[in-house]
């Protein structure tokens, strides 16, 4: 699935490896440091224990993983949502991008289409580092996230068909026409969603209509619908919420809908063995800590379910992320990587 496997050898044969690393892979319009810092990071552990050379019982792997944004073709966390056996390689391979190009047409055109099978061999520990992507630790001016788990994902389309006709003759009264179920439908599942507390998200994007006219009634309208809570049992009645709120909105305006389950990633809780692990590291460092769950979905989420992994965080400028202003500073990313050294260290040696 293209993933990149990087590894420092250990000292002791059958030990298994320290995984670190992260994604390179972005936003159409993505920041700097989304993934990228989570690599270079992982990188800089390596390269300053052979500046030491300071040899290690364990490997470590700095690892690579492909597509974890999902926005280009569509499912988050993709290449280790495969290597976890969550989702099966031929399904990811033949994943789409909005010009029919397909995941394995990519991998064979760059050259990183592996012969080596997206199967966990064993590890003894993960770690991921990155940006926060949000504002809690610039806000309270802690320098380290302690990343606890990582809230659920649900990612759906939502499609809803209508009947064209022409912009002008047609009255406005018996139209069947989907930007009416949609614009009511949008506001209602933003209400339900907001009466389900601080941590609960709904992200509505990718609006196309077909034809693609101005002056005709769409005949399908689709869009993109990403919703988010930390708790399992809350997400699925978001989801139910969600669900009967098309369905009402639909039927008011005569228009038929359908919605689709892509992306499901469940509420992750990380080892607190490790976790432990890093606010010693942090405090060894000398940088102020905070246990915290992360808003975003990472790699971490299915590489736990394999190995024991934690993540850790740095604060990013106006906890602004999946933009091009995304930004921090240098103190923030060297406090980061070396929170991630003394942890690869505590467990790797
Ligand atoms: C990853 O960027 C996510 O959607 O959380
Ligand atoms: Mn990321
Ligand atoms: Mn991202």
């Not at 509420?267 to 769950?293: C, K, W, Y």
Request: hydrophobic letters at 40%.
């Amino acid at each position: 699935i293209g993933t990149l496997w990087v590894r420092r050898p250990g000292t002791a044969p059958a030990a298994e490896p320290v995984l670190v690393g992260s994604h390179l892979d972005t936003q159409p319009t993505g920041g700097r440091f989304d993934g990228v810092y989570g690599v270079l990071g992982g990188l800089e552990v390596i390269e300053r224990l052979n500046d030491l050379d300071a040899a290690t019982r364990h490997p470590i792997d700095l690892v690579v993983w492909t597509n974890e944004e999902g926005s280009r073709f569509q499912y988050s966390m993709m290449g280790s949502a495969v290597w976890s056996q969550k989702m099966e390689l031929e399904g990811a391979l033949s994943l789409t991008d909005v010009d029919g190009v397909t995941v394995a047409d990519e991998l064979d055109r760059l050259g990183w289409a592996g012969s080596r099978p997206a199967a966990p061999s064993g590890a003894a520990a993960a770690f991921e580092l990155h940006i926060e992507q949000g504002p809690i630790l610039e806000d309270e001016g802690i320098e380290i996230g302690v990343v606890t788990g990582v809230q659920g994902l649900r990612w759906y389309t939502i499609e809803l068909g209508g009947f064209p006709a022409h912009a002008g003759p047609t009255p406005m009264i018996g139209r069947r026409d989907p930007a009416r179920a949609i614009a009511g439908l949008v506001d209602d599942v933003y209400a339900a969603v907001e009466a389900k507390g601080e941590w609960a998200r709904a992200t509505f994007a990718q609006f196309r209509s077909h034809p693609v006219s101005p002056n005709t009634i769409p005949e399908t309208l689709t869009c993109t619908l990403d919703l988010r809570h930390p708790d399992g049992e809350v997400l699925e009645a978001m989801e139910t919420q969600m669900r009967a709120i098309v369905t009402a909105r639909c039927e008011a305006t005569g228009v038929t809908g359908e919605v689709t389950l892509g992306n499901d990633s469940p509420p992750v809780h990380f080892d607190e063995g490790l976790v432990a692990t890093i606010e010693q590291a942090a405090a060894a460092v000398g940088v102020s800590n905070r246990r915290m769950i992360s808003g975003a979905g990472h790699d971490a989420c299915y590489v736990a379910r394999h190995h024991p992994t934690a993540m850790i965080f740095v604060p990013c400028q106006d906890g602004l992320s999946h933009n091009e202003a995304e930004s921090i500073t240098s103190e923030q990313a060297a406090a980061g990587a070396s929170v991630l050294l003394g942890a690869v260290r505590a467990v790797a040696s």
